[in-house]
């Protein structure tokens, strides 16, 4: 492993309540679109750099991201396919893990926001101190 990607884990809530979704829906695309996820959240600092993904707060050496993607095959940009995933992120440790993984058909309007913090917060309760959602 290179000593600047990051490790990368889906948190088995992130697995168990909304992979399922994307399995069932897009079957062997999603395998190919979950791979990629993975190397996209390993190289997750030039992603912030470049403005692919949207910092949401930062606490000491931890980060909190919401990261756009396209299930692959879909031909349809990341932005524009509804589908997002939100990170939570350890410098020190330079690891990532995928809290969630969402279409915005799973967690609708109104309020995308308060939805996934209020997810977060359910199921993430340490990582909802550190970020006071």
Same mark, same amino acid.
């Given at each position: 492993?290179?000593?600047?990607?990051?490790?990368?884990?889906?948190?088995?809530?992130?697995?168990?309540?909304?992979?399922?979704?994307?399995?069932?829906?897009?079957?062997?695309?999603?395998?190919?679109?979950?791979?990629? &996820?993975?190397?996209?959240?390993?190289?997750?600092?030039?992603?912030?750099?470049?403005?692919?993904?949207?910092?949401?707060?930062?606490?000491?050496?931890?980060? &909190?991201?919401?990261?756009?993607?396209?299930?692959?095959?879909?031909?349809?940009?990341?932005?524009?396919?509804?589908?997002?995933?939100? &990170?939570?992120?350890?410098?020190? &440790?330079?690891?990532?893990?995928?809290?969630?993984?969402?279409?915005?058909?799973?967690?609708?309007?109104?309020?995308?926001?308060?939805?996934?913090?209020?997810?977060?917060?359910?199921?993430?309760?340490?990582?909802?101190?550190?970020?006071?959602?």
């Amino acid at each position: 492993m290179d000593l600047q990607n990051y490790s990368v884990e889906f948190e088995a809530h992130c697995e168990r309540y909304y992979i399922k979704s994307f399995e069932k829906k897009y079957k062997g695309a999603w395998l190919k679109t979950k791979d990629d &996820l993975v190397e996209v959240c390993r190289r997750i600092d030039l992603m912030l750099e470049y403005r692919r993904a949207d910092l949401i707060a930062s606490v000491d050496q931890y980060k &909190l991201v919401k990261l756009d993607f396209a299930v692959e095959g879909t031909q349809i940009s990341p932005k524009r396919s509804g589908n997002r995933c939100i &990170l939570f992120i350890d410098e020190e &440790l330079r690891s990532v893990k995928i809290l969630l993984v969402y279409s915005k058909n799973d967690i609708s309007d109104p309020n995308e926001t308060a939805k996934w913090k209020s997810d977060v917060k359910s199921n993430f309760s340490d990582i909802a101190t550190i970020f006071s959602l």
